[in-house]
Nanobody, 121 residues
């Protein structure tokens, strides 16, 4: 089971920026999908952004144009650059890694422990 360790969360004023990092204990190229989710108090966990091994990147509509997901395979690390932050971006952000079979079934999924992002107005 891969270990995912997030860092980079904190308190920032609205309009500010943060960069989250997710360090994996194994090669991130072994995963079919890697991404970021978030969960605000009282809300369900939701997808923020992810990319696939096939090169597809997806973003939630609410973060499109403000957040950018990227990776550094040499460091086995995935990043989430968050710009123009809004109070509604306040949440615990989780790193996620999935492995899919050739038929598209998820047979392995791992989560990090989460990092808290608080955006003040």
């Amino acid at each position: 089971q891969v270990q995912l360790v997030e860092s980079g969360g904190g308190l920032v004023q609205a309009g500010g920026s943060l960069r989250l990092s997710c360090a994996a204990s194994q090669s991130i190229s072994s995963f079919s999908i890697m991404g970021w989710y978030r969960q605000a108090p009282g809300n369900q966990r939701e997808l923020v952004a992810h990319f696939t091994s096939g090169g597809t990147t997806n973003y939630a509509d609410s973060v499109m144009g403000r957040f950018t997901i990227s990776s550094d395979n040499a460091k086995n690390t995935v990043y989430l650059q968050m710009n123009s932050l809004k109070p509604e971006d306040t949440a615990v952000y989780y790193c996620n890694a999935q492995k899919l079979s050739t038929l598209g079934y998820m047979y392995s999924e791992s989560w990090g422990q989460g990092t808290l992002v608080t955006v003040s107005s």
